[in-house]
């Protein structure tokens, strides 16, 4: 089990660094992860093992995906959590996914703290959420209100998440 660590730790650690760098994390370290992960566990559990890794890709890729579509993690994210489930399996990848919205909220707030806009960006919340119930305003953000997201690497999330899933599950 150590040897799965090891080996989807290195991608972790390299997403990460590409992640905080560049704010992107490339496709080929992406479908790097996917086959490594498929194909380790194909080669050392054979069939069991090879639908061991599509059960957690088959997670990690498809919640992120739902995720991706409300607009809350980039692309490279969803791709990164098919390697993270092809490598962790189903039970570890839903438990790094769990973790890294809650890390994810976390980091948001402390951002929003230190910049001192957390009253701003709340009070717009609370108009939006009461325009959409009161006058059936549309929830989607228009284009102008998507500038003002707050956005940061998601791996600042995923690496404490992994680590935290590592240590204590």
């Not at 650690?13 to 992406?30: C, E, G, S, V, Y």
């Not at 992120?64 to 409300?70: D, E, R």
Request: hydrophobic share 55%.
């Amino acid at each position: 089990m150590e040897s799965v660590f090891i080996g989807g730790g290195i991608f972790v650690l390299w997403a990460f660094w590409t992640d905080i760098r560049a704010r992107k994390i490339p496709n080929f370290l992406n479908i790097l992860f996917i086959i490594s992960g498929l194909a380790y566990h194909l080669a050392s559990e054979h069939w069991e093992g090879l639908l061991f890794a599509g059960k957690g890709f088959a997670l990690g890729f498809g919640i992120m995906l739902l995720l991706y579509a409300f607009r809350a993690v980039g692309a490279g994210d969803v791709k990164l959590f098919g390697g993270i489930g092809a490598w962790f399996g189903i039970s570890m990848t839903a438990q790094i996914l769990m973790y890294s919205v809650i890390f994810a909220g976390v980091i948001g707030l402390i951002i929003m703290l230190w910049r001192r806009e957390t009253i701003v960006r709340m009070r717009r919340v609370l108009w939006k959420v009461t325009g959409a119930l009161l006058w059936k305003q549309p929830l989607r953000a228009t284009r102008e209100e998507q500038k003002q997201y707050l956005t940061f690497p998601f791996m600042a999330a995923v690496l404490p998440s992994v680590i935290f899933c590592y240590w204590y599950i």
